[in-house]
């Protein structure tokens, strides 16, 4: 069985192709665009009208690959910036009129397992770990032991609307980012610290690892299960904090759009280190969309 499955995210939109035969899945095909969908949700509480028309453009020429591939079953799914927009279902309905695709809406709780299926199915952690799944405009907080998901804390905080909120000036002014910080730090008080490993998910942190192990062009076997200690994360959140968004651009792993909101990402997993107390984390390439193909099997 082929299948596809489709993250719309507020910050990217992920295609994921699979081959499932006999319980394994085999990924053939992947691929990511920055549209900024959540841009502006959070203050104006629409989509933004160039987003949604870049987002739009994005899934056709999915659907053209999907097709290519000759797919079985496409799994589409959306998140934080459809849960809020007032205009998701105009948005929701064009798609299904230009592409067919029929898009749903996930809760944080259904996000935060799918997350964790991805995880679990291709790392094997063993022990109490905490799943990191970072997004645009919310990141989940997945517990767990081995399989079996304990509790999903959902904080409506992501690297567009920390971006949004916080950074004024280009490179960020060293109040904005102690701003940043003294924020991240309130809203992890409501988490629980006792875990045994943290994995993270997201652009943010899979790009670190590239950053950090020099990896260009992106190779997906080389990032997942690759570790970032905390004086490596604050070695390049001190190195990009301090370059103009344009500098960060001439970084080969750093894609264009990414290079705009990193630094607040980096900053959210610096904190989040802080904040259970320890000193590594693991990066997982697999996550929502890979955790709807493992949900199939």
């Known amino acids: 069985m082929r299948i596809a499955t489709i993250d719309i995210g507020s910050y990217s939109v992920r295609l994921s192709i699979g081959e499932i035969k006999d319980g394994n899945i085999k990924i053939i095909y992947e691929k990511g665009v920055i549209t900024g969908l959540g841009k502006g949700v959070t203050s104006n509480g629409t989509l933004d009208k160039k987003a949604v028309e870049e987002t739009i453009e994005v899934l056709k020429e999915y659907k053209n690959t999907i097709n290519e591939y000759e797919v079985d079953k496409v799994i589409a799914v959306a998140t934080e910036a459809l849960r809020k927009a007032k205009n998701a279902k105009e948005f929701i309905n064009q798609v299904k009129e230009t592409t067919g695709i029929d898009i749903k809406v996930i809760t944080p709780e259904e996000e935060g397992k799918l997350s964790y299926k991805a995880v679990c199915y291709s790392l094997k952690l063993a022990g109490r770990i905490v ?167």
């Open 131 to 297: 799943v990191v799944d970072q997004g645009g405009g919310s990141t989940e907080f997945i517990y767990g032991k081995f399989c079996d998901i304990e509790r999903i804390i959902s904080l409506p905080m992501g690297i567009v609307n920390l971006t949004e909120r916080f950074i004024k000036h280009d490179p960020p002014l060293k109040e904005e980012l102690e701003n940043m910080g003294k924020f991240i730090d309130d809203s992890l008080k409501k988490l629980e610290i006792e875990v045994d490993n943290i994995v993270g998910l997201g652009g943010t942190i899979t790009t670190l690892s590239a950053l950090e192990y020099n990896i260009y062009p992106y190779d997906p076997s080389k990032i997942h299960g690759s570790i970032l200690k905390k004086e490596v994360i604050e070695k390049w959140l001190n190195t990009l904090a301090n370059m103009k968004v344009e500098e960060r651009k001439k970084i080969p792993q750093i894609e264009d759009r990414r290079a705009e909101a990193i630094v607040s990402g980096i900053l959210m997993f610096d904190r989040i280190l802080d904040h259970f107390k320890k000193d590594e984390i693991i990066v997982s390439d697999w996550g929502l969309k890979h955790g709807l193909m493992v949900s199939v099997i």
